[in-house]
């Protein structure tokens, strides 16, 4: 039987991505990879109100991707949603929104789907199959956290602590000053304390901690990649399984956070539109592996779309 051919556009909420990739079992191929920053977020985490020129940048984004993978003749296009959609009051606007601009109906799938469906596409690379992982998926309104070995998910669970989220919760100066990072790591480290450790640690602890390979997935972690590498663009086959250490994420940190955007918008490997974002990003990266005693972070360009793709229908 042939490979699959499928599509799926993510929309997240910083940016909207696609992917059409060619199917087989637990292989995927990616034909095509584009992105649009939209920032769905922008402004939402006053109210939880979607704001109306972030939901028509959104609706146009997602109908121009509609309109890409078409030309590539996919048996199957999902269209998905994750954290900003799935918590807004005004949810029902931006699906009327995108179902007018393109035709496509959204998926809006919860937090746990979002977390499962990133640690099946994580481990669709065989490098990583059938080892124990912890899967760090970094987004703009969440992360997740996915605890497993194969096939078998022992702990997964996404959390309200994302890059745009904490970008819009500290009013960070230009360029940051030594209070902003005290005071961010401060709330990261209590976060992770409160609110993560006690529900991964007893986990962690099952499937024996010293043998699982902590794994970044989602723009963070590949960037962070691609700055230590000095990638002008993005190279999948040098960035995936690249390690990075805490000294090199935590010197990388204080790079970034030593600079006014203008200066961050300059470094080679950081995408200009991303310059704001990845204090956040880095922030939280740095603050799992310090916060939970992992040697270094593997960087996996696989995800959330890959396993989408693996999955024929909602389960939502």
Same mark, same amino acid.
């Given at each position: 039987?042939? +490979?699959?051919?499928?599509?799926?556009?993510?929309?997240?909420?910083?940016?909207?991505? %696609? /992917?059409?990739?060619?199917?087989?079992?637990? #292989?995927?191929?990616?034909? /095509?990879?584009?992105s649009?920053?939209t920032?769905?977020?922008?402004?939402?985490?006053?109210?939880?109100?979607?704001?109306?020129?972030?939901i028509?940048?959104?609706? &146009?984004? *997602?109908?121009?991707?509609?309109?890409?993978?078409?030309?590539?003749?996919?048996?199957?296009? &999902?269209?998905?949603a994750? #954290?900003?959609?799935?918590?807004?009051?005004?949810?029902?606007?931006?699906?009327d929104a995108?179902?007018?601009?393109?035709?496509?109906?959204?998926?809006v799938?919860?937090?746990?789907?979002?977390?499962?469906?990133? @640690?099946?596409?994580?481990?669709?690379?065989?490098?990583?199959?059938?080892?124990?992982? /912890?899967?760090?998926?970094?987004?703009?309104?969440?992360?997740?956290?996915? %605890?497993?070995?194969?096939?078998? *998910?022992?702990?997964?669970? #996404? @959390?309200?602590?994302?890059?745009? &989220?904490?970008l819009?919760?500290?009013?960070?100066?230009? +360029?940051?000053?030594?209070?902003?990072w005290?005071?961010?790591?401060?709330?990261l480290?209590? @976060?992770?304390?409160?609110?993560v450790?006690?529900?991964?640690? +007893?986990?962690?602890?099952? /499937?024996?901690?010293g043998?699982?390979?902590?794994?970044?997935?989602?723009?963070?972690?590949?960037?962070?990649?691609?700055?230590?590498?000095?990638?002008?663009?993005?190279?999948?086959?040098?960035?995936?399984a690249?390690?990075?250490? %805490?000294?090199? *994420?935590?010197?990388?940190?204080?790079?970034?956070?030593?600079?006014?955007?203008?200066?961050?918008?300059q470094?080679?490997?950081l +995408?200009?539109?991303?310059?704001?974002?990845?204090?956040?990003?880095?922030?939280?990266?740095?603050?799992?592996?310090?916060?939970?005693?992992?040697?270094?972070?593997?960087? #996996?360009t696989?995800?959330? &779309?890959?396993?989408?793709?693996m999955?024929?229908r909602?389960?939502?």
């Amino acid at each position: 039987m042939p +490979p699959l051919r499928r599509a799926v556009i993510d929309i997240g909420t910083n940016s909207v991505k %696609l /992917l059409v990739a060619e199917v087989e079992g637990r #292989s995927v191929t990616p034909l /095509l990879e584009r992105s649009h920053q939209t920032r769905l977020g922008r402004g939402f985490y006053q109210d939880h109100r979607l704001q109306p020129e972030a939901i028509d940048d959104t609706a &146009r984004a *997602v109908a121009e991707f509609v309109a890409q993978a078409r030309a590539w003749s996919p048996e199957l296009t &999902r269209v998905i949603a994750t #954290s900003a959609t799935r918590d807004a009051v005004n949810q029902r606007e931006l699906l009327d929104a995108i179902q007018h601009a393109s035709g496509a109906t959204v998926e809006v799938i919860s937090g746990e789907r979002e977390a499962e469906w990133a @640690f099946h596409g994580v481990t669709s690379d065989p490098a990583l199959a059938g080892r124990p992982l /912890l899967i760090l998926d970094i987004g703009g309104g969440s992360t997740e956290f996915i %605890l497993g070995v194969a096939e078998h *998910v022992a702990f997964c669970e #996404s @959390f309200p602590c994302g890059s745009v &989220r904490l970008l819009e919760q500290f009013a960070v100066a230009d +360029p940051p000053t030594q209070d902003n990072w005290t005071r961010c790591h401060d709330w990261l480290r209590q @976060f992770l304390q409160e609110r993560v450790t006690p529900e991964l640690a +007893p986990a962690l602890k099952k /499937l024996a901690a010293g043998s699982v390979q902590l794994v970044g997935t989602g723009g963070t972690t590949s960037i962070l990649a691609r700055m230590e590498l000095a990638l002008t663009t993005f190279d999948r086959d040098l960035i995936e399984a690249k390690r990075l250490n %805490l000294q090199v *994420v935590r010197r990388q940190r204080e790079r970034l956070w030593s600079l006014p955007v203008a200066d961050r918008k300059q470094l080679i490997g950081l +995408p200009p539109n991303r310059a704001d974002v990845i204090l956040m990003g880095v922030a939280i990266c740095e603050a799992v592996i310090e916060g939970f005693g992992f040697p270094d972070i593997q960087t #996996s360009t696989r995800g959330l &779309r890959f396993g989408a793709l693996m999955q024929p229908r909602s389960h939502d």
